[in-house]
């Protein structure tokens, strides 16, 4: 999965942070706020999420109205496979990972596989324990 570019992470986020669908005005306004943009820009970015699937669409009046198909936790699990893909060896890359961990996050990862039953009697399956870091 490709990283998305500045102002496609932009609109996402917007959208995301919201939970409801937008208008390219409601976007570009926000968005100005903080720094300039032109409404042509934003309409041609979120035409580009449109046709890469980021995003539906339909009319609202002579608007369109966009919204996430996907989750921002969804985009955030393709980068992290992409990244972990991209390793030749997938197990050193893990380990580092978790040894990077937060106590917070690595008791956020084991609560985790404990949830999706990756864990045999008290620890990950197939490594005798649990996660910490």
């Known amino acids: 999965m ?13 959208l995301w942070d919201w939970g409801q669908p937008a208008t390219v ?4 306004d926000d968005i100005n706020k903080s720094r300039p943009v032109a409404y042509t820009t934003v309409t041609t970015v979120a035409d580009t999420l449109y046709r890469k699937g980021w995003l539906m669409r339909w009319k609202n009046g002579r608007a369109w109205t966009y919204e996430p198909v996907r989750s921002r936790e969804d985009y955030t699990v393709g980068l992290m ?19 990077h961990m937060s106590a917070e996050d690595a008791r956020t990862l084991d609560e985790a596989l404990r949830t999706v039953g990756r864990y045999e009697s008290g620890g990950a399956a197939g490594t005798g324990g649990g996660v910490s870091a």
């Open 81 to 99: 496979q992409d990244a972990l893909g991209s390793s030749a060896d997938r197990q050193a890359a893990l380990l580092r990972f978790v040894e």
């Open 2 to 14: 490709r990283r998305l570019g500045d102002l496609e992470a932009e609109i996402m986020n917007r």
């Open 25 to 28: 005005r409601e976007i570009v």
